[in-house]
T-cell receptor, first 114, second 115 residues
């Protein structure tokens, strides 16, 4: 099955700086890579996703990049704000009709220092 | 739509007791997932249903865990007998489609504490 590794487990950055979270995956069949944000005590919610036919996707202050050859993908948050503080999960899955659900990384606790 | 609805939100029970967690997916979604979240292991997929049929239960930790989906609007996850190591937040999630092709909508979670 799929194995997703996520780093770092904790990331502390100054408000206004950029944050980068990296993930690797093992199954070359995976072609869908979403990122979920979970605020303290809340449910995980999708913030951005990328499919294997593109290498980069951007939505305002967040962007994701994907390197299929190396089997890694990253989340970039620019101009960080206090409300960005949360746990971020990467995930990998096969959207081609396979029976598997998403496999999540263990999460990164992002702390934005004022 | 009210989103994915889970109950109970919190459950505290004693070791050996039976625990039943409930989930109502978003209307029209035909895939339903049960995840377990702990600090040590993150979000783990326990079981996945499509059109009410269990597709992948390889994540169910052991025979003490069972899940059912008797109809498109209701699923249960049962632990019998419960053990302290089962303490976790259990999330139900739903989406459209056979596999995960888009957003996975999570419920608020059920926080289980087994004493």
């Amino acid at each position: 099955g799929e194995n997703v590794e996520q780093h770092p487990s904790t990331l502390s950055v100054q408000e206004g700086d950029s944050a980068v979270i990296k993930c690797t995956y093992s199954d070359s069949a995976s072609n869908y890579f979403p990122w979920y944000k979970q605020e303290l005590g809340k449910r995980p919610q999708l913030i951005i996703d990328i499919r294997s036919n593109v290498g980069e996707k951007k939505d305002q202050r967040i962007a994701v990049t994907l390197n299929k050859t190396a089997k890694h993908f990253s989340l970039h948050i620019t101009e960080t704000q206090p409300e960005d503080s949360a746990v971020y999960f990467c995930a990998a899955g096969d959207s081609g009709g396979g029976a598997d659900g998403l496999t999540f990384g263990k999460g990164t606790h992002l702390i934005i220092q004022p | 739509d009210a989103g994915v609805i889970q109950s109970p939100r919190h459950e505290v029970t004693e070791m050996g007791q039976e625990v039943t967690l409930r989930c109502k997916p978003i209307s029209g979604h035909n895939s339903l997932f049960w995840y377990r979240q702990t600090m040590m292991r993150g979000l783990e997929l326990l079981i996945y249903f499509n059109n009410n049929v269990p597709i992948d239960d390889s994540g169910m930790p052991e025979d003490r865990f069972s899940a059912k989906m008797p109809n498109a609007s209701f699923s249960t996850l049962k632990i019998q007998p419960s053990e302290p190591r089962d303490s976790a937040v259990y999330f139900c999630a739903s989406c459209m489609g056979l596999a995960v092709t888009g957003e996975l909508f999570f419920g608020e979670g059920s926080r289980l504490t087994v004493l």
